[in-house]
T-cell receptor
């Protein structure tokens, strides 16, 4: 596609439920990144993939968060037993390769609200 | 502790004024990027600076990377209402095969007509 696509754009879920957030990167981009952005803050790094493997998952806050990219393209961020503190905008970005100086292309994000 | 400190956090100015936004760190970056983000959208890359002391211009925007590659500034000349948005600096620290782009908290700029 022309850009990074994230679905759904908005998700409201009840505390304790499981959610999946999807990211469809730009075709041919081997690196894919997940960030979380709270109101009034800059994006906070969660995890990045180079191909199918998670190259750095040091930003995942706890074991309720997990992400996969099984075929090296689409990625899914999975959150188990959601908590109100998980409410934020989850941003996905992709780049030709990790550390690419051309920068990252971001999607519009998924706004997650846990009630 | 925030790796990248941006200042000011908020800035409200009149159309036609000049402004400077700062991005500071105690860490050395292999490159530093500036992004602009509008409500409901993801950040959009404005520029990447790589070399210490580098200056890049993008129309009315001037970006500078510090000599020691620890800080950067963004200067906007004759600001316009269309410049309104959240300006984010992001530093790339490379270590081995690890590439992690870390963002500052951003500067929320409002340009009033």
């Amino acid at each position: 596609g022309a850009g990074v696509s994230q679905t759904p754009s908005n998700k409201v879920t009840e505390k304790g439920k499981y959610v999946e957030l999807r990211c469809d990167p730009i075709s041919g981009h081997t690196a894919l990144y997940w960030y979380r952005q709270s109101l009034g803050q800059g994006p906070e790094f969660l995890i990045y993939f180079q191909g199918t493997g998670a190259a750095d998952d040091s930003g995942l806050p706890n074991d309720r968060f997990f992400a996969v990219r099984p075929e090296g393209s689409v990625s899914t961020l999975k959150i188990q037993r959601t908590e109100r503190g998980d409410s934020a905008v989850y941003l996905c970005a992709s780049s030709l390769a990790a550390g690419n100086l051309g920068g990252y292309t971001f999607g519009s994000g998924t706004r997650l609200t846990v009630v | 502790t925030q790796l990248l400190e941006q200042s000011p956090q908020f800035l409200s100015i009149q159309e036609g004024e000049n402004l400077t936004v700062y991005c500071n760190s105690s860490s050395v970056f292999s490159s530093l990027q500036w992004y602009r983000q509008e409500p409901g959208e993801g950040p959009v890359l404005l520029v990447t600076v790589v070399t210490g002391g580098e200056v890049k211009k993008l129309k009315r925007l001037t970006f500078q990377f510090g000599d020691a590659r620890k800080d950067s500034s963004l200067h906007i000349t004759a600001a316009q209402p269309g410049d309104t948005g959240l300006y984010l600096c992001a530093g790339l620290i490379t270590g081995g095969s690890n590439y992690k782009l870390t963002f500052g908290k951003g500067t929320l700029l409002t340009v009033n007509p």
